[in-house]
């Protein structure tokens, strides 16, 4: 079974850039799709982004769109988050999932899709 762990949150003022990284072991990481969730104190995790297992096919939040990237290396075992012109709203726990799927395009923004979680990575944009 795949495990994740997140890396590269941090404080950054509004404006700046960050990018997350979320390393899997134990599992075979191509055969998931994975996404990228976020939890502000006090809100509900809510989606942020989702690429396939291939890389191919990706969907973003409205509220990230053409400000977030999000990408794949299955040769690293890796899943990025490029988080460009940061705002305070973005200030949240970031998450990486992983969801066991056959199809090489799946994508999904639903939480209850996705099998395995990390720990997060506190990302704090300051005004």
């Known amino acids: 079974q795949v495990q994740l762990v997140e890396s590269g949150g941090g404080l950054v003022q509004a404006g700046g850039s960050l990018r997350l990284s979320c390393s899997a072991s134990g599992g075979t990481f191509s055969s998931y799709a994975m996404g990228w969730f976020r939890q502000a104190p006090g809100k509900e995790r809510e989606f942020v982004a989702a690429i396939s297992r291939n890389g191919m096919f990706i969907e973003y939040a409205d509220s990230v769109k053409g400000r977030f990237t999000i990408s794949r290396d299955n040769a690293k075992n890796t899943v990025y988050l490029r988080m460009n012109s940061l705002k305070p709203e973005d200030t949240a726990v970031y998450y990486c999932?992983?969801?066991?799927?056959?199809?090489?395009?799946?994508?999904?923004?639903?939480?209850?899709?996705?099998?395995?979680w990390g720990q997060g990575t506190q990302v704090t944009v300051s005004s």
């Open positions: 999932a992983a969801a066991a799927v056959s199809s090489p395009r799946y994508t999904s923004p639903r939480r209850n899709e996705y099998d395995l």
